[in-house]
């Protein structure tokens, strides 16, 4: 008779027990990813939001100025703004129908913070920074909720086998 060990396949109940904990924290840590994204994203947004008053092209000397061209006018940067959100819901909404746990949005901070970049640019932040605030916030918080309600679902599976776990291992008959 084999021995309990994790390398043959076999646990200890005190193995078994620690490896459903160990499922729960990290479960718990997904849980709480997307909390840190938008916690992220609002603190990118004071950033931009403190610095709209600032010209980012005067910043750079003219031949950086002639370098970089022109910024993108703001209407262009609505549009895709307009594009990204409609896309990127759509995505989301696909993988909350078809239930995929993993969190994907930290790229989103990136996307963002490139559209509060662009409006920046085209001294256009002051118009346009509650469209790209309330943009990330949708797109966030749909995600957030869709990793944590999948989370949710998982962890009471963990716990219910726990359960099972401590209650079995204390009626031993």
């Known amino acids: 008779m084999k021995t309990p060990s994790p390398e043959n396949g ?7 027990r620690a490896q459903i904990e160990k499922s729960i924290g990290v479960l718990q ?4 990813t997307g909390l840190w994204a938008i916690l992220s994203f609002v603190l990118v947004s004071v950033l931009f939001a403190s610095a709209q008053s600032f010209d980012l092209y005067d910043l750079f000397s003219l031949e950086t100025r002639k370098l970089l061209g022109a ?3 703001a209407n262009l940067i609505s549009l895709a703004l307009a594009v990204y959100s409609f896309s990127a819901l759509t995505i989301l909404l696909a993988r909350m129908a078809k239930g995929t746990g993993v969190y ?3 790229p989103h901070l990136g996307y963002l913070g490139a559209f509060y970049l662009f409006y920046w640019a085209g001294n256009a932040l002051k118009g346009n920074f509650w469209a790209v605030f309330i943009a990330g916030l949708t797109i966030l ?3 957030h909720y869709r990793t944590w309600s999948e989370t949710q679902h998982a962890l009471a599976k963990e716990k219910e086998l726990l359960y099972q776990f401590v209650r079995s291992a204390s009626n031993p008959s």
């Open 10 to 16: 076999f646990l200890t109940p005190e193995q078994r």
């Open 29 to 32: 840590r997904r849980a709480r």
């Open 71 to 73: 910024p993108p006018p």
């Open 104 to 106: 994907k949005g930290w």
């Open 141 to 143: 918080g749909l995600e």
